[in-house]
T-cell receptor, first 114, second 110 residues
Framework: EAGVVQSPRYKIIEKKQPVAFWCNPI?????LYWYRQNLGQGPELLIR????????DSQLPKDRFSAERLKGVDSTLKIQPAELGDSAVYLC????????????FGSGTRLTVV | KQEVTQIPAALSVPEGENLVLNCSFT??????LQWFRQDPGKGLTSLLL?????REQTSGRLNASLDKSSGRSTLYIAASQPGDSATYLC?????????FGAGTRLTVKP
């Protein structure tokens, strides 16, 4: 079984430029999450999807961040325009329903804004 | 809002020692708790998942316990090896809302 797949693995952009990250969750996992992890800290939730519906986006900076999950499978996270403070690792995770399901994370995208 | 705290923030031990990592959380109404390992520059690898009805889980040299009433979990690593060096993250799941601690950075010296 393939795990959670993310791309790109690394991205370096200049400030004010747009950037997009892509995530393909584990097949059959209805719930998809985007997290941001700053150096030396634990991941923090940006947005959670149940199928194609964003059920928790309270921590997503909506002035510059957007996300979509078309057809309830793949998801993209976009930043436009990027700021220096957006430099971080962006992690995607997916899970099934029920307490017996844990989260499976992708390898993450390391974003550097210069 | 669930808050998760991990102590210590960093730990250095000689090879072969047994060690315990601690995790505490404020809201005991949890679905499950998960321990992850993160190597530098890498994603999170799941180590153990403890459901709310369980008290502990074991995998090889790892044993994780859960005490919901006191809001605590521990990760026990037996006979530590240099390859165990990594950051260990505790994550608490309340109804598909998972919150993380800041992690414990473990170094096992040969």
């Amino acid at each position: 079984e393939a795990g959670v797949v993310q791309s790109p693995r690394y991205k370096i952009i200049e400030k004010k430029q747009p950037v997009a990250f892509w995530c393909n969750p584990i097949s059959g996992h209805n719930t998809l999450y985007w997290y941001r992890q700053n150096l030396g800290q634990g991941p923090e939730l940006l947005i959670r999807y149940e199928n194609e519906e964003a059920v928790d986006d309270s921590q997503l900076p909506k002035d510059r961040f957007s996300a979509e999950r078309l057809k309830g499978v793949d998801s993209t996270l976009k930043i436009q325009p990027a700021e220096l403070g957006d430099s971080a690792v962006y992690l995607c995770a997916s899970s099934g329903r029920g307490e017996e399901y844990g989260y499976t994370f992708g390898s993450g995208t390391r974003l550097t804004v210069v | 809002k669930q808050e998760v705290t991990q102590i210590p923030a960093a730990l250095s031990v000689p090879e072969g020692e047994n060690l315990v990592l601690n995790c505490s959380f404020t809201d005991s109404a949890i679905y499950n708790l998960q321990w992850f390992r993160q190597d530098p520059g890498k994603g999170l690898t799941s180590l153990l998942l403890i459901q709310s009805s369980q008290r502990e889980q074991t995998s090889g040299r790892l044993n994780a316990s859960l005490d919901k009433s006191s809001g605590r979990s521990t990760l026990y690593i037996a006979a530590s090896q240099p390859g165990d060096s990594a950051t260990y993250l505790c994550a608490v799941n309340n109804n598909n809302d998972m919150r993380f601690g800041a992690g414990t950075r473990l170094t096992v010296k040969p």
